[in-house]
């Protein structure tokens, strides 16, 4: 995905958006749990489509197999923990 054109941009992307999630996070805690939840969803997802594109989509190997193991767990935590939210009274 990086090492020349437009792939190259999305990794500095990516990079950025993690280093100033991770700082948000660190710096101002309450400021982060109360940030808007389209902020975390949009961010949280550009993020995943880029690690799962690097592992899963131009991968090879042991690295895809395994990429895809962790999505589809991660996926399945994300539906099964929605449902306990909503569930709850």
């Avoid at 993690?18 to 949009?42: I, K, N, S």
């Amino acid at each position: 995905m990086s090492g020349f054109g437009a792939g190259l941009f999305v990794s500095y992307a990516f990079t950025v958006a993690w280093a100033a999630d991770a700082a948000w996070w660190w710096l101002d805690r309450t400021g982060y749990d109360e940030r808007p939840v389209w902020l975390d969803r949009t961010l949280h997802g550009f993020l995943a489509f880029v690690v799962f594109n690097a592992t899963v989509v131009y991968e090879t190997g042991f690295i895809r197999w395994a990429g895809l193991v962790v999505f589809v767990a991660l996926g399945w935590l994300l539906l099964t923990r929605g449902r306990a939210v909503v569930a709850r009274p």
